[in-house]
C-alpha cells in the first residue's frame, strides 16, 4: 500500500491543526498515513514515502528553519526523491502574512528534487493556508486537500 508522509512544524499548534485535519483527509481513501513533527524526522523517512505534505508557518516569508534544514540535509540524496508526490500548507497570523510565498519556497524545493506536484482549481490553489487558527474554511480546505493528495498517490502510486 503506498505511503503518505505528513512532516510540520508548529509554535502555536494552527500548523499541527492543519496537518491533523488533512491525515483525516488521507484516511478516508485508505491509505497509509504517518503524521510527524519535523523534529522527529530524517531524510529516511522522506526516502520512505510515496507522497510527502509539508506544513510550516510562515517564518518572514518562507518556511520555518526546521524544515528548510530537514530540505538542506536531503540534499546528499539528490534525485532519490524523483517521482513521488509532494504537497505543502501554510498557516500566518494575518492575510497577507506570507501563506503562498511560504508554500511556494516548499514547493519550490520539492520541485527542484523531481517530486510530482498537483495543483486545485477550486479554493486554495497552491495548498490549503490557515490565518491564524484553522476556521471551517480552513478545515473544509485541508480535508479536501488530503483526500485530493490521497487520491493522485493512489493513482500514481497505486
Given amino acids: 500500500m503506498a505511503k503518505v508522509l505528513i512532516v510540520y512544524y508548529s509554535k502555536s499548534g494552527n500548523t499541527k491543526k492543519m496537518a491533523e485535519l488533512i491525515k483525516s483527509g488521507v484516511e478516508k481513501e485508505k491509505l497509509d498515513v504517518v503524521l510527524q513533527d519535523v523534529k522527529d524526522t530524517g531524510v529516511e523517512d522522506l526516502l520512505g514515502a510515496d507522497a510527502i505534505i509539508m506544513g510550516s508557518p510562515v517564518y518572514y516569508g518562507t518556511m520555518a528553519a526546521p524544515l528548510k534544514k530537514l530540505f538542506d540535509d536531503s540534499v546528499s540524496h539528490h534525485g532519490e526523491l524523483d517521482g513521488k508526490i509532494g504537497a505543502a500548507f501554510s498557516s500566518s497570523a494575518n492575510i497577507g502574512g506570507g501563506n503562498e510565498t511560504t508554500v511556494l519556497?516548499?514547493?519550490?524545493?520539492?520541485?527542484i528534487h523531481g517530486?510530482?506536484?498537483?495543483?486545485d482549481p477550486q479554493g486554495d490553489h497552491y495548498g490549503p493556508v490557515s490565518i491564524g487558527k484553522p476556521d471551517q474554511r480552513v478545515e473544509k480546505e485541508c480535508l479536501r486537500f488530503g483526500q485530493r493528495m490521497a487520491q493522485l498517490t493512489k493513482r500514481l502510486k497505486g
Fill in 105 to 111: 519556497d516548499i514547493l519550490n524545493a520539492m520541485l
Fill in 115 to 119: 517530486m510530482i506536484i498537483q495543483g
